[in-house]
């Protein structure tokens, strides 16, 4: 099987690369934005909306157009990429999957991609990669780099410059070294509990440091915009928000590590996260309820990182040699394990778990967890709906499945 993994390291560029770096991903951004104003335009019109083709012979004239000449001194092929990038963007949204497109910032994630690796030169001897029209530039070597090159991405955080190698290799089948399965139920006040009865306590980065953030938040506004002061504030204010997530994504790799090497099996929730973190203010005409209390939770929601915790799992199971299931979450911590009892009365408080029907004792997070490695069985046997409490006999409901990887 071919894997692709990327390699990030910290770049060690001098003043000119880096004043060039920030005039190509400036152009990418130009590019975009451009891009995203004619399809917006395009689309108020009533026209068909514009492939990556026609648009890519747009940008040929954009380069050689005498306002926008200096999009020649950026390299060619990572303009083309922001073009891609929008026309990826315009797929998600069709798909229902992202928002709309919207305008880049500068300052917002700045970065360009080489997708080209014959234009890419990798020297890891003396820990320096060569790049178009940036020539040499030394990087921190924290580790070694595996299989053939295929693209590099060069990113800007905290004004931090970090270069994503992607590479890849052809491997074997892997076969799970573990032979057991879990269920797993995600939560606020326990980040994960397993189905065998243990749980792992949640990081909560951002509220560790939330009261530092806005103090230094209150401090950026109080200083004249685009001021010297104002930009030292901004940057301390970037410094805690990257804290924050390096923080998180550390943690996150640590416990979807620890899963996936002791799991052959894993079963969780298809939990639509976007939904559940959705603001209830409502609009003009009709007003939300509890809008400071669920904007509370939106927060919490946010910041245990589920979604990245379920996309890390899909990819470290599929390397392992393992299977990640998704399930539907629809009652499962108000049905009892035992008797298959389904009722909101069953879940006492949001800890404890009480059967009505045949008196089950339990935490309520245990059963969830119980609920969805049951629900992963059935559906891995015979493809039934992972609905509790239905008959076998009913046709099977679609249930999203990440990873099915059969070993030899």
Known sequence: MKRLQAFKYELMPDGEQQRDMRRFAGSCRFVYNKALSIQKMNYETGN????YVSMAKQLTHWRNAVDTLWLKNAPYHPLQHALKDLEKAYKNFFAKRTDFPRFKRKGNGDSFRYPDPKQIKLDT???????PKLGWIRYRNSREIVGEVRNVTVSCNSRKWFVSIQTQR???QPLPIATSAIGIDVGIVRFATLSDTTFIEPLNSFKKHQQRLARYQRRMSHKQKFSNNWKKAKYKVQQIHSSIANARKDFLHKTTTTISKNHALVCLEDLQVRNMSKSSKGNGEQHGKMVK???GLNRSILDQGWGEFR?????KMKWSGGMLLA???HNTSRSCPRCRCISKDNRKTQAQFLCVDCGYENNADVVGA???LE????LLACGESAQLGHSMKQEPTEVSQLVFSRTP
């Open 48 to 51: 068909q909306y514009i492939n």
């Open 375 to 378: 629900r992963g069985y059935r």
């Open 327 to 329: 399930v539907s979450p």
């Open 311 to 315: 996309r890390q799992l899909d990819y």
């Open 170 to 172: 052809e491997i074997e």
């Open 293 to 295: 209390q669920k904007s």
């Open 370 to 372: 119980i609920n969805v």
């Open 125 to 131: 001897a003396n820990n320096r990669i060569s790049l």
